[in-house]
């Protein structure tokens, strides 16, 4: 079983940060006391009028001759209102989420892109929601847009293509701080994509490109000074020995001849050469 939402205390608020009030004048009880009177009257059909439901995710603000009652919102369950003197508006608690439609962004580094996000957000405060703002769901939707605008504004194309966990925080928190006045929470917001013009993203990747062969040629220089290096040590290393090198020229005709090679050339010491050519 889901654990019950908490209740919150409207009772320390005023009407200008989406609090109650309850100061109704001498005409405003009148008609309060004749609804109460036609309700009894026409009992028990005025309960197909007087009686509403709420969901549990849901919460009522009500509103009597154009004041907020008292007792904050209502809800979950069953509650009472009075017949042409009362209004209410149902207020969703669940988290509503919303794509932020793309965005033609200028970077600071005089890049256009085309960016999207999606945003999540809930109502914290009912009572503000309903008094603050006439929408809070499309007035959060709005400053969404602007905010992204904004803030990736500021930012250069490198920045929005790696921080994107960092700009989406920063997103959060500003529109978090911006709508709290309204009783909205925003739990949570993701860019979703970044789209850059083809002629960009040619340029990026023959940049890539030309980076990777840069980096392939640089190995494969690393490679061939490795190789020589141990060459050099391998052939100091025989000089040491002229046992090993004829041991090398033993090994390396058995390599030959285990391919069954019907031609075989048999290497000639330089040392072996070199003696003739003294004699001359």
């Known amino acids: 079983m889901s654990s019950p939402v908490p209740k919150q205390d409207y009772a320390s608020m005023n009407i200008s940060s989406g609090s109650e009030t309850t100061d109704f004048g001498f005409c405003a009880w009148v008609l309060t006391i004749l609804s109460f009177i036609v309700v009894i009257c026409t009992f028990p059909f005025s309960l197909l009028f007087c009686l509403k439901i709420v969901q549990e995710y849901e919460r009522a603000v009500i509103f009597r001759v154009g004041r907020l009652l008292k007792?904050?919102?209502?809800?979950?369950?069953?509650?009472?209102?009075?017949?042409?003197?009362?209004?209410y508006s149902k207020i969703d608690l669940r988290v509503i989420s919303f794509d932020v439609p793309p965005q033609e962004i200028l970077t600071r580094d005089s890049?256009?892109?085309s960016v999207d996000a999606v945003t999540y957000f809930r109502i914290s405060n009912p009572i503000a929601s309903v008094c603050n703002v006439e929408n809070a769901s499309r007035s959060t939707q709005l400053l969404a847009q602007t905010t992204l605008r904004n803030e990736l504004g500021t930012k250069n194309l490198a920045e929005v293509l790696m921080e994107r966990e960092n700009i989406s925080k920063n997103l959060q928190h500003i529109l978090d701080h911006a709508t709290e006045p309204w009783g909205v929470k925003v739990e949570r917001v993701e860019i979703k994509d970044v789209r850059l013009p083809q002629m960009l993203q040619r340029a990026m990747a023959a940049e890539a490109e030309a980076s990777r062969e840069a980096r392939a040629k640089v190995i494969a220089a690393e490679g061939e000074m490795n190789a020589a290096r141990a060459l050099k040590e391998a052939s100091d290393v025989i000089s040491e020995s002229p046992s090993a090198l004829q041991l090398r020229y033993l090994q390396t005709l058995q390599t030959i001849s285990a391919e069954k090679n019907s031609t075989i050339i048999f290497p000639l010491p330089i040392d072996f050469m070199s003696a003739f050519l003294k004699n001359r």
Request: hydrophobic fraction near 45%.
């Open 71 to 87: 007792g904050g919102a209502k809800g979950p369950g069953i509650f009472f209102i009075l017949p042409c003197i009362d209004n």
């Open 111 to 113: 890049v256009t892109v």
